[in-house]
Each structure stands twice: as C-alpha cells, then as structure tokens.
Nanobody, 121 residues
Framework: QVQLVESGGGLVQAGGSLRLSCAAS????????MGWFRQAPGKEREFVAA????????YYAESVKVRFTISRDGAKNTVYLQLNRVKPEDTAVYYC??????????????WGQGTQVTVSS
C-alpha cells in the first residue's frame, strides 16, 4: 500500500503561483510513477503531469506544460507541482496519484484525498 497526502492548495489570483506537495509513504517502491490530476466542477478528472522517482522523467498535459512544473525529492518522498501564471480555468481539486507505469488516464492505483486550488480573476 502507498499513502499519499497532498497539501498546498488555496486561493490565488490569476497570474500568480502556487506549489502543491504530495507526501508519499508506505511501499513507495511498488509505485515508481507519481502523477498529478485535477477535476474541475462538472468535469471529468484529467491528467496534469507525471514523474518517475528514478531518473525524474517528466510528462505533461499540453494545456499546462508551459506553466506547470512537476518535480520530486526522493529524500523526502515528496512530489511537487509548481503552478505558475495560473488562470481561472485552473480552478479544480488537484489529486496526487501513484502507479507502476506512466499513463495519462486516471487508471492509477493509489490516490490522495485532493487539495482545492481556486484561481480568482
């Protein structure tokens, strides 16, 4: 089992920045891929970014690849999502997830509880 706890969400003005954190614990070796997803009201959950613990290979959704950055700190078992130049359409609950392989759908094995990001215009 892998436990994931997100933090760092909140209210931010359009054009501002925010950093989300996801602390992983448990059998993290069984889930070498970490991902971030988001779900806006009335919409399906969508892939945002992913990173591998080993090598730090990164993957992004086209809609965020210029503005968001995913990173990891292996010593802290923590993955980050830096949100820059945020827009009102970035408002969503952001979820951290872990899986055995990289994929850009929501078929990840482990999930956090989510953290709300609200962007005001």
């Amino acid at each position: 089992q892998v436990q994931l706890v997100e933090s760092g969400g909140g209210l931010v003005q359009a054009g501002g920045s925010l950093r989300l954190s996801c602390a992983a614990s448990g059998r993290t070796s069984s889930a070498p891929v970490m991902g971030w997803f988001r779900q806006a009201p009335g919409k399906e959950r969508e892939f945002v970014a992913a990173i591998t613990w080993s090598g730090g290979y990164t993957y992004y959704a086209e809609s965020v690849k210029v503005r968001f950055t995913i990173s990891r700190d292996g010593a802290k078992n923590t993955v980050y999502l830096q949100l820059n130049r945020v827009k009102p359409e970035d408002t969503a609950v952001y979820y951290c997830a872990a899986n055995t392989v990289v994929r850009n759908d929501d078929k990840y094995r482990y999930w956090g509880q989510g953290t709300q990001v609200t962007v005001s215009s």
